[in-house]
Every structure is written in C-alpha cells, then in structure tokens.
C-alpha cells in the first residue's frame, strides 16, 4: 500500500501562459508586463517568470524588492524588471548586480537615488491619486525640478477599488491619474492597471498594464463570471478515518461535539501549511468517490499540521485517499470566501510553504 504524508500543490504553467495570453489580448495594445512579487504569488518567480518570458514573449516584469528581482534576473536576461517598493541601502547591491529599475515614491528614496544612482537605469515614479499609500503627493510633485521629472521613464499609479467595476473611486482616480501626468510627465509612458484594472475598459489602459493575480486564476472581477483558466490546485492525504461517537468532541478546545454517530478523516494539511485558521467548524474539503464528487466539512478548529472533516458520506474512503483542497470547482476564491479573507492572500501563503510537494504541470 502506498500512502504520502505530505500534501501537494500542482501549479499549471500552460493555464498560466494561456491567462497571460487572454489579459494581453484584453490589454488591446497596452504591454502587459507580469508581477511576480512574493515568489510569484509563492507559485515560484524563476519558473513563472521565465515561461513567459520564453513562451509568451513578456519582456517587463514587477517585483516588490530588489532581492525579488536579482532572483530572477538570470531567467529573463533583458527584461525589464521594476522593483515597487523601491531601492535602499539595503537593496543597492542587488540593483547594481541585477540592473533593476526602482519605482521612486517619495522624496527621501528619490534624493537616495541620486546619490546612488546607475549608469543606464532611469527609475520609473509612483504618484498617489486616491489609494493614499506609496506615492508623490501632488503638492511634493510641484517641487521637483524640471531635472528631477526628466530622470524618470515611466509614471505609475494603483486603483484602490477596481474589482468594483461601478466604484466612485476608479473614475476619481484615472482623473487624477491624466490630470497629474499631463501637469509633470505629458511625455512619459504611464500604467494605472493592475489585473482588475484592466477589465475596466481601454481609459484605464494606458501604456502598460500590470498582470498579476488574474494570471494566477484568481477572479479579480468578482462582479464576472471568470474568465481566467485555474492555476493551482491542492491535495492532501488522509492519514487516518476514524469514528466519532455520539457526545464525542473533536479538536483543539472541543468546539465541535458529535451529535450522532460521525465517521471522520484526518487530512494532512493545517495552518503551517498556509490553511487559514478561520475555516475551522466552517471550511470544507472533497473527494472523489466512483466518479462522484463528494463535499466534507472541516470540524473542529483547524490544527497545524491536520484538519479533520466529517467523512459519513463519503463511501469507501481509507487512508491514503486524497482530500482535494482546492481545484477548479473550490476555487481560490471560494477558500478564501470561506475564510474571511481574499484568494490574494490564501495563494500567498501556500504558495511559499515548503511543507508542500510541488509539481509543475
């Protein structure tokens, strides 16, 4: 008998190529360059970055951090990498290796910058319109030299609200957006865009879009049906069935407590694997029976290393079997729904686990 204790995750780099393609195609002439910050989402920038890099022709790419970008600088080698959360003492070194392009977002990095500028570099500049995180507000805009606004390549900008497509704030903020650019950069090339952005409509277009989670099949236009092919999928093996007994309790703080006679599987899979606590009593798991798929909720509170499902229904299931955690039919976006949380941040969290067996497909 073969039994695994590890759980799995299966990234699809052919779905994700082929989502790259159809946001491109969305983006109507706008490059569409590709974020893989946080590891790609914790999907893996080397591979990510460099199937579409070779397969699909993407020539710029986003990180967060210059580390991010030094990572992948081999497998994408004149590509344009720019990093978004800029360039410091400590990230200096991996710009001057890597030939990265900061995004400049405030007073103090740009004065850093030239003071440490790179030869063939021209930083791209971050303007706040309405998100109030990174960027030059408009009254530290009005103090730049006309030196200073010639050192950039490229003027950026993030929607706060884009995955509401009737929201107040998209329109606010592309109005700001035009306004801002054409009063200090009118010559630069420009990027609003993020994923959601881009299903907005060809105003929100610009030069550039910047494709991130919609790659990765998450819905980043809830109020549509998706349109991105799955990308991860994750399983986990039952390490034992068991039965509960009326009156029995399950779990960390017995906040489960069986009222009739339950048959149960403990799957090998937790919170140190990136499953978030919150779907404890609430969550749910599914396996495949004769063809059938069958649908266990989680009880009792998730544990580290182990969640416990009420299996009565599912026939035949013994350890060994596998839990299907998500897939294309529990998505991403319903775990995270489930949780009280988003997609965005269960893919982050289980993409970097190394707990997981990972397969590229």
């Known amino acids: 008998m073969s039994i695994l204790t590890r759980p799995i995750l299966e990234i699809n780099l052919d779905n994700l190529e082929t989502n790259y393609r159809r946001l491109k195609e969305l983006a109507a002439g706008a490059e569409a360059a590709a974020v893989v910050k946080d590891d790609a989402y914790g999907l893996g920038a080397e591979n990510i970055a460099e199937r579409l890099y070779q397969n ?23 590509a344009r990498i720019f990093v978004l959360q800029g360039v410091g003492e400590d990230s200096l070194p991996s710009f001057q290796k890597a030939k990265l392009i900061p995004v400049i977002a405030g007073r103090a990095m740009l004065d850093f910058w030239k003071e440490n500028r790179i030869e063939g570099i021209k930083p791209a500049i971050q303007i706040e319109t309405g998100l109030n995180r990174l960027g030059f507000r408009e009254d530290e805009l009005a103090k730049l030299t006309a030196e200073e606004r010639g050192m950039f390549s490229l003027v950026l900008s993030h929607l706060a609200c884009a995955d509401e497509q009737g929201h107040f704030m998209n329109e606010h903020q592309r109005q700001n957006f035009v306004r801002l650019k054409e009063q200090y950069f009118p010559k630069l090339p420009a990027t609003l865009s993020a994923s959601d952005g881009t299903f907005l409509g060809s105003e929100y277009l610009f030069d550039m879009v910047r494709l991130g989670a919609a790659m990765y099949g998450i819905n980043t236009a809830p109020y549509r049906e998706n349109q991105m092919l799955p990308v991860v999928r994750v399983r986990a093996p039952v390490l034992e069935t068991a039965v509960l007994n009326r009156g029995d309790f399950v779990g960390y703080s017995a906040t489960y407590r069986a009222a009739e006679q339950r048959k149960i599987a403990i799957v090998s899979i937790g919170y140190g694997d990136g499953i978030p606590r919150s779907l404890s009593n609430v969550g749910k798991v599914f396996f495949y029976n004769g063809g059938k798929i069958s649908e266990a909720r989680i009880i ?8 416990i499902c009420d299996v009565t229904e599912v026939e035949n299931l013994r350890a060994g079997d596998m839990a299907h955690i998500i897939n294309e039919f529990y998505t991403l976006d319903d775990i995270g729904r489930d949780a009280g949380t988003i997609g965005y941040e269960v893919l982050s969290r289980i993409g970097k686990n190394p707990r997981f067996i990972r397969n590229y497909i």
């Open 56 to 78: 699909a022709g993407c020539r710029t790419f986003f990180v967060a951090h210059g580390i991010e970008g030094e990572k992948i600088r081999p497998h994408v080698p004149d």
């Open 300 to 307: 009792g509170k998730v544990s580290m290393d182990n969640v």
